[in-house]
């Protein structure tokens, strides 16, 4: 009735029946179409009202907008910037842990946007399955240029507050669009209502900030409310009346230097209203005034307020930004290593946005109107951007400290990259292939710097160019090798290493001796042990070896490893990413924290739908977000990562040639495995298998299926390797079994039942070792043609080729053994053993404490008899060998049952998985998303000695391939050293 009336035209002389049920609609209607309709009709009243008298306009216009800032989730309260939800614990206030918070705001220190984005990103990743409809309203129903885009859960008590504000934004904004340009005469109490506090309180002149904290909270809360009315009413505004909004800029920014954190909160998201309308006048005035305020490092009023300004500034032109591009980074990346916690974090966000952005920026001409130097700056800092776009165009760096070695052009150009990130205070990944010379590579900058640095502080005295000590951490097998090849590169006037290991109280012996070296060696165990020891140094770098190995962000090592302060932060790893692309962010959280967002947001942005997408049961929607996610993810991490393969950068390395040599099963291993598929334990997997796969998306009883699963593939997989390794006292066949092979006068030892022996020995033969070859002369040759490295994953497994295949049948085989038996300090010493002996045949190894880093060009055959499931650490282990240096074709043997789950899994894997190629594997599937017909084919024997082939097209289901994830990270090196206890898996077996 009441639009019927205003419609006609003929308004009664009381108008508060026609007002009052219109008002109503706005503030509690939850239909937004009924709100927009009723804000068309006060937006038409009110035009009619301009008139009258008395004018009823400025009433309706300061409801409007008290009910716009109602909701405090996006008004913020000067005395409590960020309220928690009604009926949450929160007694550490808005950091609760509860909440999955990393970001405290307070009334006058923080920031605000920062709070929300990481309030968002819980949001979405604390609950399973698709976003809720609720949540997505919040965004999907406000009017262009709110900034609704705060995702929180909302609770009962919270929805009438959304409500009554969805339609104040409905209102004002039509009522500005109606209005036109003629809005700021005919309505001047909603012009005023946007400027007039900003005009009274803010001295351009003379701001203040001492005084304006003085005024106390309420004139900040009547500022903050005007903000938010500035900010609704400017995005839908007439564009002549723009000139009039763009005198206010210089007020706004002034607001950003504001003592409370809401009032900086809201002139940051006004100015990335006013980027949008008013681009170039916001922009000069930004790049001119308030960019520099970030490097004020005596004010983190002033740098809080000024990356929040360009956070909103970003948000609001996405990319739009692109022209200013090169004039931002720079600036942001000063920031990314800043004190203050909340600057470092949201420069970092900023960073990692606008790195995404780089490559548009070619090309793109100058904004007009942009000053002359801002232009001239723009040439000098797109030198920087080609540079980290483009590693072709990085300046060569002149090592200033010899080096005895003659460096490839490859290595060159990765220390060309390393001295790039120098120079700007950047961190990265060296992740070459396996054998291409990453260490030396480090040692070149390390060298260069600490040279650099010495040379600085003796001229300049500057505290920043002080010489500081660096520390390189690395696998125990290696800190041995580190410290030899700092010695052969470099010398000891330009790098003294301290091998920092031993026993807890040699170690505390060492410590006084660091202040005599300028290059800390030590293992990764060692520096978990002794973190408060290792904290308390800041170094200039800190050189992760193998850094995968933090892959986990939860684990104490991880942690312990973040604790240390460096200027410069490197990982190198031949395979930075072995199983699962999440594995990224605790790498980046250790290089540069917060480039990735906080876990909750990495795990919202890409995890997310990257795991849904390769869900067997994942929609074409899902599977096109995942490969978005995961094309972004790429794009902002390959700047900080540098890879070469060999292939491409070694054309003078010989060849590596992998050769499956199959085995059959003995019949006594046939027995077993039978025995196995007609067990209890079998249809216990059986069972669980297919039950998890009739479970809906409850994780927990999954995973304890999956481990049932994997101790049944533990057992198979020791039986293909050797019967005595399952054959235990413990066995219900044990007793049985041993009385029948002592009628035939035969024992669990004889090779005879273990056919990968029999193999082992035939190929040690073939390459004319313990065959008593004598040469020409008829004497018997004292080195052999050929050097062989023989890996297992199980110390057990190497005791077996030691004690019945070694000793008693190749007595004339020399040979050096290296696993975790050995205590770390001595294991280097057996490397150089073996390389410097060429007398020594075979060097056996378990590929856990083998596999990493070690330089083992002595041997030119690897022969695998047992497979790691994760196959970059079978392909670490066979580049220990296949390396520079080696001058021979290298020939890899990999000992597989024919017929077994150990075909089926390697004919899987066949070394193809290209997650280190491409960096990021678009192809981690989990144990759930396998076909339960592939899984359960895993445990059978195939009786013509062939292992069927997995159908690739059984109704959408994920490869099989997806189960080594899993099984790589099953057997830790706990694992390792202490096997499997499968005592009570084999009572399974009766």
């Known amino acids: 009735a009441a639009c019927a009336v205003v419609s006609l035209q003929q308004l009664p002389e009381k108008l508060n029946p026609i007002i009052k049920p219109l008002m109503e609609t706005i503030k509690k209607e939850e239909n937004t179409l009924v709100q927009n309709y009723a804000a068309q009709y006060i937006a038409k009243l009110l035009q009619q009202c301009t008139t009258r008298t008395p004018c009823p306009n400025s009433k309706v ?147 203040d900030g001492k005084s304006l904290l003085e005024r106390g909270d309420v004139p900040a809360q009547e500022l903050v409310n005007s903000l938010q009315v500035f900010e609704i009413a400017a995005a839908s505004m007439d564009s002549a009346l723009h000139p009039l909004l763009v005198q206010h800029l210089p007020h706004l920014y002034m607001c950003l230097q504001y003592p409370s954190t809401a009032v900086r909160h809201m002139a940051a998201r006004c100015i990335g209203v006013m980027s949008k309308i008013a681009t170039m006048e916001t922009m000069n005035i930004f790049l001119e005034k308030v960019l520099p305020w970030l490097g004020a490092i005596d004010d983190n009023v002033k740098q809080e307020g000024a990356i929040e300004a360009l956070a909103c500034v970003m948000e609001q032109l996405d990319v739009g930004i692109v022209p200013y591009i090169v004039l931002l980074v720079v600036p942001v990346l000063g920031r990314m290593s800043d004190q203050t916690d909340s600057v470092r974090f949201m420069a970092t ?9 780089m490559p548009l920026e070619a090309g793109i001409p100058d904004p007009p109107n942009m000053s002359e130097e801002l232009i001239q700056l723009k040439a000098k800092e797109r030198h920087f951007l080609e540079q980290l776009l483009d590693g072709k165009k990085l300046e060569n760096y002149k090592i200033p400290v010899p080096i005895n070695a003659e460096l490839r052009k490859y290595q060159q150009d990765g220390v060309n990259w390393l001295a790039f990130l120098n120079k700007y205070k950047l961190h990265g990944i060296l992740c070459d292939d396996m054998g291409l010379g990453k260490t030396l590579q480090s040692i070149c900058i390390l060298a260069g710097d600490h040279c650099q640095r010495a040379q600085e502080y003796a001229r300049s005295k500057l505290a920043e160019c002080m010489p500081l000590p660096s520390l390189v951490v690395c696998p125990p097998t290696l800190t041995g090798h580190w410290v030899d090849e700092v010695g052969k590169f470099c010398s000891r006037e330009y790098l003294n290493p301290l091998h920092y290991t031993g026993p807890p109280t040699e170690r505390i012996r060492l410590q006084h001796q660091v202040k005599r070296h300028n290059l800390i060696v030590a293992s990764y165990d060692v520096v978990r042990n002794d973190i408060d020891f290792f904290r308390n140094i800041k170094f200039n770098y800190c050189i ?51 480039f990735l967002g906080t876990e909750r947001q990495f795990a919202a942005r890409y995890g997310k739908p990257i795991l849904a997408s390769r869900d067997a049961r994942s929609s074409s929607r899902e599977q096109e977000a995942g490969v978005l996610a995961m094309d972004a993810l790429h794009r902002q991490v390959l700047p900080f990562l540098l890879r070469r393969m060999k292939e491409d950068v070694l054309q003078d390395l010989p060849p590596k040639i992998i050769q499956d040599y199959y085995c059959t099963l003995s019949p006594l291993q046939v027995q077993l495995y039978e025995d196995f598929a007609k067990s209890r334990a079998k249809c216990d997997v059986d069972e669980t298998v297919s039950s998890a796969a009739l479970s809906e998306e409850t994780e927990k009883p999954k995973l304890k299926a ?54 082992l020995k035939q190929l040690l033969l073939d390459c004319g070792l313990g065959n008593g070859s004598s040469t020409e ?46 205590p770390p300090g001595q294991r ?59 001058k021979r074709v290298v020939n890899v043997y990999r000992l597989i049952t024919r017929g077994t789950l150990e075909e089926k899994i390697m004919g899987l894997q066949k070394f193809k998985m290209n997650i280190a190629n491409t960096v990021i594997s678009q192809e981690n599937s989990s144990l759930q998303s396998m076909g339960t017909d592939q899984l359960l084919d895993l445990f059978t024997l195939d009786k013509d000695g062939k292992a069927e082939k997995a159908d690739s097209s059984t109704s959408g289901k994920a490869s099989m391939k997806s189960v080594l994830e899993n099984l790589s990270d099953l057997w830790d090196a706990e694992q390792y050293d202490s096997e499997y206890n499968l005592e009570t898996f084999m009572r399974s077996l009766e």
């Open 61 to 207: 216009i300061k409801n409007l907008c008290s009910s716009l800032c109602v909701d405090p989730y996006l008004t913020p309260c000067v005395t409590c910037p960020v309220p928690t939800q009604s009926g949450q614990e929160n007694s550490k206030g808005s950091n609760s842990e509860k909440d999955g918070m990393h970001h405290t705001v307070t009334k006058h220190r923080g920031i605000i946007t920062l709070y929300r984005h990481q309030k968002a990103a819980f949001a979405i990743t604390s609950r399973r399955g698709p976003i809720p409809k609720a949540i997505k309203a919040q965004i999907a129903d406000l009017p262009a240029g709110s900034s609704g885009t705060i995702l929180v859960e909302l609770d009962e008590g919270q929805k009438p507050y959304l409500v009554q504000r969805r339609g104040a934004e409905f209102a004002l904004t039509t009522i500005v669009k109606h209005f036109g340009a003629e809005m700021a005469v005919k309505l001047p109490h909603l012009w005023d209502a946007m400027v007039g506090p900003l005009k009274s309180m803010i001295d351009l002149n003379n701001f």
């Open 828 to 886: 280097h010493s057996i490397v150089s053993r073996f390389n410097n002996d060429p007398s020594i045949d075979v060097l056996l190894l378990t590929t856990h404490v083998g596999g990493l880093g070690l330089n083992l060009t002595g041997a030119d055959t690897v022969v695998f008899v047992e497979h790691d499931w994760n196959p970059m650490r079978d392909l670490q282990a066979m580049d220990r060998a296949h390396r520079i240096g080696q």
């Open 349 to 357: 966000q900023c960073f990692a946005t606008l790195i995404r952005l």
């Open 544 to 594: 992760l070896d193998e850094g995968h190995v933090i892959k986990n962000g939860k684990t104490k090592l991880s942690k312990a490893v973040k604790q240390l302060t460096a200027n410069y932060r490197i990982i190198l790893s031949g395979t930075p990413i072995q199983n699962n692309v999440l594995e990224l962010w605790s790498l980046f959280d250790f290089l540069m924290p917060g």
């Open 777 to 822: 002369s008829g004497t018997e040759s004292v080195v052999a043609q050929h050097r062989i490295l023989i890996f297992c994953q199980l110390k057990s497994m190497l005791d077996i080729v030691e004690h019945d295949l070694l000793k008693p049948h190749l007595p004339s085989v020399t040979y050096l053994r290296l696993d975790g038996s050995i």
């Open 706 to 759: 999956t481990g049932h699963v994997f101790q049944a593939l533990q057992y198979l997989r020791k039986l293909c390797n050797h019967p005595a390794l399952v054959l235990t006292p413990q066995h219900p066949e044990f007793k049985s079994t041993t009385e029948k092979l002592t009628v035939q006068n035969s024992s669990l030892h004889d090779i005879q039942h273990a056919p990968k022996l029999s193999a």
